[in-house]
């Protein structure tokens, strides 16, 4: 009965002539990658939302960053510009106008007074807060304070409510509440970092939803291609910066709430007719395409949602191979955080370097990091279709990509100095192998047990997340209150690359690619013959 009323309501939303042809040409579980990868774009932009809006929100002084131990004076600048075309000159002078159009926006926004607090609401005033650096420092915090609960929630929440729900209903919550985000600014700062802890629970469900989805529609051969989707954070990443600070920019701090907002609810609309939790539930997936994919998945994933009562905690909890993965992951999201959370201090602060808004250079890294991870994911595919090698032997090796070789690279950025465009190479080959991670740490959680992918990835994203309390106090002990020296910065790259490099080895040691027995699903008390509540043993998956 419910599968009926399912298929009346989408065939009254979407007609099938609408899928016949779209489906011509691309299959249905393509069009959930892509769900997916806008899933991971538009939580990451909610994400980005406050780190690039806390500028024009809050009033402070005209300041000119000139500090550092290098100087990044206008013919250095014009020489890392014009290395393939020396003699450009009308790339200088547009360079110089660019230059000065955004320093004449940078004092207009500093030198206007900050709002007055009993001011009233309103839409658009554009009007500047007069916040201290401490509550700056705590509304760029509070997302991570949601975020870390967030990743465990999302594990549980996928398994009792399936992903599509959860990814629905949580994705409208943070889209609302960053829509009226500048109301609650303009009340009092502590609703708007209280929002923002919401928000950031709300984030934390995404991933963990995504495996789940990842875990029933991904033939086991494709499964790397299917991780590769949730690289839409970084291609987030890459895209909302410059929107939203151009919005900001061209109009005013609010629309920079509002536009990112709205375009999310209209996604949701989008997600909430098109996704499905697993190929048997979808109306509108060619029957072919359905018998493809639970053929290749018999006997390593079941069809029904595991409850609550059939996780096994105890047992993954005790799992030396999990805890292996969760150290993995750890560490490579302590190397992401690190770039993120200090690379910009470090180019400002400590050499006192400029970096162009918008530039090539800010976002090439993390290009780098999705085509790198397209080619890995490729690859890994390829190498388990054809059975080269072992799938736990083919995620170790892997991890001398997504680990190691980014860490050695995180040395050499320490060592660059003065160099902008040889740190900027080093940074670009960290991030781009970095890409390797989507075939070790973010698919073993799949080899491990696809019943429980997204319960699993919620607990290591939990973990793993938490590098980002570790990182800012860590910095600013080291070298942020001796006035950030570049040979203390190198002790920070050293520290950085060790805790990278060395979850890798405790993974080498205890990591594996195998089915766990406890991937099993235990049949409920009392439940007699129930199929659908027991998993095919390891063994004869095999």
């Not at 987030?236 to 410059?242: A, D, K, S």
């Not at 609309?269 to 048997?280: E, G, H, I, Q, T």
């Not at 950085?496 to 205890?510: D, E, K, P």
């Amino acid at each position: 009965m419910r599968a009926l009323r399912e298929n009346r309501r989408f065939q009254a939303l979407a007609p099938p002539i609408f899928w016949k042809i779209i489906l011509r040409w691309i299959p249905m579980r393509i069009w959930m990658c892509v769900m997916m990868f806008t899933a991971c774009w538009t939580s990451y932009a909610c994400r980005l939302q406050m780190p690039i809006l806390v500028v024009p929100m809050i009033h402070e002084p005209f300041v000119n960053y000139t500090n550092g131990a290098c100087v990044y004076n206008e013919r250095r600048r014009r020489d890392i510009v014009n290395i393939f075309d020396p003699g450009s000159y009308l790339e200088e002078y547009i360079l110089d106008r660019v230059e000065d159009q955004r320093l004449h926006s940078l004092q207009r926004r500093q030198a206007s007074g900050p709002r007055s607090p009993d001011a009233r609401l309103a839409l658009f005033s554009g009007e500047p807060f007069d916040w201290t650096p401490t509550v700056r420092g705590q509304l760029l915090a509070a997302y991570a304070y949601g975020n870390v609960p967030g990743n465990l929630l999302g594990g549980w929440l996928s398994l009792r409510y399936g992903p599509r729900h959860t990814i629905l209903w949580t994705s409208i919550v943070a889209a609302v509440i960053s829509l009226v985000s500048p109301f609650l600014a303009q009340c009092h700062w502590g609703y708007l970092m209280f929002s923002r802890i919401i928000v950031g629970l709300t984030g934390g469900v995404i991933f963990p939803s995504c495996h789940t989805m990842v875990a029933h529609w991904a033939p086991p051969h494709e499964r790397a291609r299917f991780i590769w989707s949730l690289l839409g954070g970084t291609f987030g990443t890459i895209l909302t910066y410059p929107m939203i600070a151009g919005i900001a920019e061209s109009t005013n701090w609010e629309s920079g709430w509002y536009i990112p907002s709205i375009l999310m609810l209209v996604w949701c609309a989008v997600w909430a007719v098109l996704a499905y939790d697993s190929p048997k539930e979808h109306p509108a997936i060619p029957e072919d395409e359905k018998n493809y994919i639970v053929s290749a998945q018999a006997g390593i994933v079941r069809t029904a949602k595991p409850r609550w009562q059939q996780t096994p905690v105890k047992e993954i909890s005790t799992s030396i191979p999990f805890l292996s993965l969760v150290v993995l992951h750890y560490g490579n999201l302590f190397l992401l955080f690190f770039y993120q959370n200090s690379l910009m201090l470090y180019l400002t602060k400590a050499l006192g370097f400029k970096l162009t808004q918008g530039g090539a250079a800010a976002g090439a890294p993390w290009a780098a990091r999705m085509i790198f991870g397209f080619f890995f994911s490729w690859a890994g595919d390829t190498i388990k279709r054809k059975q080269i090698i072992s799938i736990g032997l083919l995620r170790k090796l892997a991890t001398i990509f997504s680990h190691f070789i980014p860490g050695i690279f995180l040395i050499l950025v320490g060592y660059a100095g003065c160099d902008f465009v040889l740190a900027n190479i080093f940074l670009f080959f960290a991030l781009g192998f970095n890409g390797a991670a989507l075939i070790s740490n973010l698919s073993n959680n799949q080899d491990l047990a696809p019943n429980f992918a997204g319960f699993l990835y919620g607990i290591m994203n939990t973990i793993g997340t938490s590098a980002g309390f570790v990182i800012p106090p860590m910095v600013e002990e080291i070298a942020g209150k001796y006035g950030n020296p570049i040979h203390r910065w190198q002790t920070l790259f050293w520290i950085g690359a060790g805790v990278c490099i060395a979850s890798m080895v405790v993974f080498l040691f205890g990591g594996k690619g195998d089915i766990q027995s406890w991937n099993e699903v235990r049949p409920l008390e009392g439940a007699q013959n129930d199929i659908e509540a027991r998993q095919i043993s390891p063994e004869a998956a095999k």
